[in-house]
């Protein structure tokens, strides 16, 4: 298994272009999440998933658009880009066999995608 | 809102000193978790605690959840080079679903 898998690793763009942040899984799991980190700061949650066709906003959404269409995979998409969304970008998947009460689950983490908004 | 925090922010020991991350949340937590990021790279599922006063260890890494389960910690015993990252506990969103919040993150270096 390759577990969660993000590209790219690196990128570039200007101000006002837009991007996609493609993330696949492939544990089967059904709840899938996209992180924020700032250099030297904790993790900002932006959209999660609790699986094909459902989405929900995090901590910080403005900006940023997602989608389900499948349980492997939650592209980001940023659109109008600004110097703000400089960011490490890290999408997470987690199994869960119900909801609230079952308790949280370990977060899988891919490795990461490094925007610099210039 | 709900917050977790983590003290210290950061840390410089001598390899082989011991070493303590505390958390710290404004709310009630049902479980927490703990990861690790190594330089670089990617947060990594460390354990999940979940009952009040519980204690877990592993190998040199002994973890606490407090009684009032609104606080936990972390404690390395005789630091390696091999320790060298930022460690988060993360506690369940107020929101619930599989969310967690995580906190602010203890960044530990290692002098040889």
């Known amino acids: 298994n390759a577990g969660v898998t993000q590209t790219p690793k690196f990128r570039i763009l200007k101000i006002g272009q837009s991007m996609t942040l493609q993330c696949t899984q492939d544990?089967?799991?059904?709840?899938m999440y996209w992180y924020r980190q700032d250099p030297g700061m904790g993790l900002k949650l932006i959209y999660y998933s609790v699986g094909a066709g459902i989405t929900d906003k995090g901590e910080v959404p403005n900006g940023y658009n997602v989608s389900r269409s499948t349980t492997e995979d939650f592209p980001l998409r940023l659109e109008l880009a600004a110097p703000s969304q400089t960011s490490v970008y890290f999408c997470?998947?987690?199994?869960?066999?119900?909801?609230w009460g079952v308790g949280n689950q370990p977060q899988h983490f891919g490795d990461g995608t490094r925007l610099s908004i210039l | 809102g709900q917050q977790v925090m983590q003290i210290p922010q950061y840390q410089h020991v001598q390899e082989g000193e011991d070493f303590t991350t505390y958390c710290n949340s404004s709310t009630t937590l049902s479980n927490i978790q703990w990861y690790k990021q190594r330089p670089g790279g990617h947060p990594v599922f460390l354990i999940q605690l979940v009952k009040s006063g519980e204690v877990k260890k592993q190998k040199r890494l002994t973890f606490q959840f407090g009684e009032a389960k609104k606080n936990s910690s972390l404690h390395i015993t005789a630091t390696q080079t091999t320790d060298v990252g930022t460690y988060f506990c993360?506690?369940?969103?107020?929101?619930?679903?599989?969310?967690?919040?995580f906190g602010t993150g203890t960044k530990l270096q290692v002098i040889p």
């Open positions: 997470a998947s987690s199994y869960s066999r119900g909801g």
């Open positions: 544990m089967n799991h059904n709840y």
């Open positions: 993360a506690g369940p969103y107020s929101g619930g679903y599989q969310k967690v919040t």
